[in-house]
């Protein structure tokens, strides 16, 4: 994948820090705040990165107009006004900041519980119009309160661990963090509908998606205690903010604090009005300091982009992120070349029915084989995907053409060090292309039954021929290939197997023009291939 960066424009104003970074690392910087949809629709023609904060609304009709784009990156948390669907489908890693403004959220988060506790704002505006109202305004102590945080990433523990500082009885949940790892930080786990009866104030760090679109609605809430009080700095939408202000007016909900609406602005005041709920205008990461953290913490990823290393806020790219750690390069470009020879081998197959499955034997760093699944679907699907096929739209682009894929591990396989196995079955067809790595170097095991002992390098270029199976072609073919002034680097032949061809695999500096007129009577020529 190609990670050159030599133009990002930034469509939104941005701590200078930001600049910075990206100019001090010889990316060149087009900072042009506040346009128009039709001015970026112009700007971002020749850009390989975008930078945005909040103001940006990154459409698929912006994503597909970048023909150069290659990561776009959020200034911020949340990426629900980028398209990520359009940007995966393109190749265009989405990057966020999910550190930079974590302690600015958390404290936020920790004002909004204290001044409903102690109606810190309604005092403040009381007092303001001239009233001196000691008795309307009684507040309760948070010591001995119990506070649910539903979400237990960064923010949620941040918040967990300030709140505990008041005396407060923390319990949460998080589907992806253990009740072992929440007992860590101080925090109880329940699931969800364990968690709505016992809280007293509850607080909500979560994403909007689906699955929490009007999580706390009118039967979440008739479960929660009497008095119950809300905070939401996450995503607007996480709360029915109807149901919830009928709560308020019925008096069983106490309170909300809100930073986040479901329309920003909101037109709607009706639950912004009410006097139980404290509000501000999306202010959760409006710090001075956080808009320098944010700022810092998306330039240094792409830099970090351009010199190949992880990405820790990427949000759509797992297998990039995987195959930027050192020991599993080799493995990634392994797999690739096992997709290329793949490619080549058998029929052509219709993409309606083609099936991809990898299997892994033997111990390789990353347990994970989704990376060496998307690495062989680049080198299978290449030649085929004019658009370009790359690490991060390699799966989608598999899936829309209706392509079955699968993974599949092993403890031990048929060689004795640990070895990828391709399998491609193309109209009923099947081939396995294996190969293991040595050092850092990718090595060819075997073409279907037919081995190649101690395995062949891929890399540079190479020439596949194959002939039948009791053949002995190898020399004729050094000659053949001789005529034509090539160098050779290697030169290889499989066993023979019976029923099967037997194949030749001849290493070359570089790409040879002609190289299909290379024929012999008892061999033909297959490929090229470059690794």
Not at 353 to 378: F, P, W
Request: glycine share 8%.
């Amino acid at each position: 994948m190609d990670r050159t960066l030599k133009k990002v424009l930034i469509t939104d104003p941005i701590d200078a820090n930001c600049i910075k970074i990206l100019q001090d690392n010889r990316i060149n910087v087009d900072y042009k705040p506040k346009l128009a949809v039709a001015q970026i629709l112009e700007a971002i023609k020749d850009a390989d990165g975008l930078i945005v904060r909040s103001g940006t609304t990154v459409t698929a009709e912006i994503v597909n107009a970048a023909k150069q784009l290659k990561i776009i990156g959020r200034a911020g948390v949340g990426v629900d006004n980028i398209d990520c669907t359009a940007a995966t489908h393109n190749g265009v890693v989405v990057i966020n900041a999910p550190g930079g403004n974590t302690l600015s959220a958390a404290e936020h988060t920790c004002a909004m519980i204290v001044s409903m506790a102690r109606y810190v704002p309604q005092g403040c505006a009381s007092l303001k119009d001239g009233k001196w109202d000691r008795t309307k305004f009684m507040g309760s102590e948070l010591y001995g309160k119990t506070l649910a945080i539903v979400g237990l990433g960064r923010i949620g523990r941040e918040v967990a661990k300030r709140m505990q500082s008041f005396g407060m009885t923390t319990i949460g949940h998080d589907p992806l963090v253990t009740p072992l790892e929440s007992k860590a930080f101080g925090v109880d786990w329940f699931t969800l509908d364990a968690i709505w009866p016992q809280a007293d104030f509850i607080t909500l760090h979560v994403p909007l998606i689906p699955q929490t679109k009007n999580l706390v609605d009118a039967s979440v809430l008739a479960k929660c205690r009497k008095g119950v009080r809300f905070v939401n700095v996450a995503r607007g939408g996480i709360i029915d903010e109807d149901a919830l202000y009928e709560s308020l007016e019925a008096g069983h909900a106490g309170g909300l604090g809100v930073d986040v609406f479901i329309e920003e602005p909101p037109k709607d005041f009706k639950l912004i009005k009410h006097p139980k709920v404290v509000c501000t205008p999306h202010l959760g990461a409006s710090t001075v300091e956080a808009q320098v953290k944010v700022a810092e913490e998306i330039a240094n990823q792409f830099v970090d982009f351009v010199n190949g290393k992880p990405l820790h806020g990427a949000v759509n790219a797992p297998s990039l992120n995987a195959a930027m750690k050192e020991e599993m390069r080799p493995w990634a470009v392994l797999a690739q070349a096992l997709g290329k020879i793949a490619s080549n081998v058998g029929s052509t197959g219709s993409k309606q029915h083609l099936s991809v499955t990898v299997h892994k034997y033997g111990r390789i760093i990353e347990n994970d084989c989704n990376l060496l699944l998307t690495a062989a679907l680049i080198g299978l699907l290449e030649k085929k995907v004019p658009t370009g096929i790359n690490l991060v739209n390699a799966p989608v682009l598999a899936a829309a053409a209706g392509i079955k894929t699968a993974t599949k591990s092993a403890a031990e396989g048929e060689f004795a060090t640990p070895s990828v196995h391709l399998e491609v079955v193309k109209d009923g067809e099947s081939h396995v292309i294996a190969g293991g790595v040595a050092g850092n170097v990718p090595l060819l095991f075997s073409i279907d039954s037919a081995k190649f002992q101690g395995g062949i390098p891929l890399r540079g270029s190479a020439l596949l021929f194959k002939s039948a199976a009791n053949d002995k072609s190898l020399g004729s073919l050094i000659e053949a290939v001789s005529v034509f002034n090539i160098s050779i680097v290697s030169a290889s032949e499989s066993s023979s197997v019976i029923g099967q061809p037997k194949w030749y695999l001849i290493l070359v500096p570089n790409e040879v023009e002609s190289a299909d007129k290379i024929n012999l009577s008892n061999a033909t020529f297959v490929t090229q291939i470059t690794f």
